[in-house]
T-cell receptor, first 117, second 114 residues
Framework: NAGVMQNPRHLVRRRGQEARLRCSPM?????VYWYRQLPEEGLKFMVY????????ESGMPKERFSAEFPKEGPSILRIQQVVRGDSAAYFC???????????????FGEGSWLTVV | AQTVTQSQPEMSVQEAETVTLSCTYD???????LFWYKQPPSRQMILVIR??????QNATENRFSVNFQKAAKSFSLKISDSQLGDTAMYFC???????????FGTGTRLTVIP
């Protein structure tokens, strides 16, 4: 049973370019989350999506960042016009559902490491 | 707002010994979940153990166990018979029941010494 799959694992972008990070949730999971980890810090919630819907984007920066989870295909986190401060690890996670007897357990992917030069 | 505090930035333990990592949290919620995640040098986030706040019994997973003190809002992780593969960052995390995001502490870097 494949886990949460993220790609690319490592991405280098020049300032001003766009970064696209992809995430396929675990089989059977319909809820996707994106978290960001800055160096030497814990993970910070960015956005929570279900298929074709953004449920909670309270942790997303207001500009340049967007996320989607289309009906078909992986979830995409898109960062436009990247700046050095965007350099971080971006983790995708998935769960079966919230508020279920499974207890909201969230499983993480291996992360995508963005470096802006 | 929920906050999670890990007051030990770094810890070390001899192989085969036992170590306890501390975590406290602040919330006004009564129903929630607590988690410990491990992040080894590969940097993958791996779920170690989970605790439901409504359960009084402490969760246990093989060599990993927790000491959950709800009144004190404390959730420590005990690792018994430490192994070299336990070397990692350990993050404590909180989630309100029915919510959709985890709040993480800043982590404790554990080194197991051979």
């Amino acid at each position: 049973n494949a886990g949460v799959m993220q790609n690319p694992r490592h991405l280098v972008r020049r300032r001003g370019q766009e970064a696209r990070l992809r995430c396929s949730p675990m089989k059977g999971h319909s809820h996707v989350y994106w978290y960001r980890q800055l160096p030497e810090e814990g993970l910070k919630f960015m956005v929570y999506l279900q298929k074709e819907n953004i449920i909670d984007e309270s942790g997303m920066p207001k500009e340049r960042f967007s996320a989607e989870f289309p009906k078909e295909g992986p979830s995409i986190l898109r960062i436009q016009q990247v700046v050095r401060g965007d350099s971080a690890a971006y983790f995708c996670a998935s769960s079966i559902a919230t508020g279920t007897s499974s207890g909201n357990t969230i499983y993480f992917g291996e992360g995508s490491w963005l470096t802006v030069v | 707002a929920q906050t999670v505090t890990q007051s030990q930035p770094e810890m070390s333990v001899q192989e085969a010994e036992t170590v306890t990592l501390s975590c406290t949290y602040d919330t006004s919620e009564n129903n929630y979940y607590l988690f410990w995640y491990k992040q080894p040098p590969s940097r993958q986030m791996i779920l170690v153990i989970r605790q439901e706040a409504y359960k009084q019994q402490n969760a246990t997973e093989n060599r990993f166990s927790v000491n959950f003190q709800k009144a004190a809002k404390s959730f420590s992780l005990k690792i018994s018979d430490s192994q070299l593969g336990d070397t990692a960052m350990y993050f404590c995390a909180f989630m309100k029941t029915g919510a959709n995001n985890l709040f993480f502490g800043t982590g404790t870097r554990l080194t197991v010494i051979p």
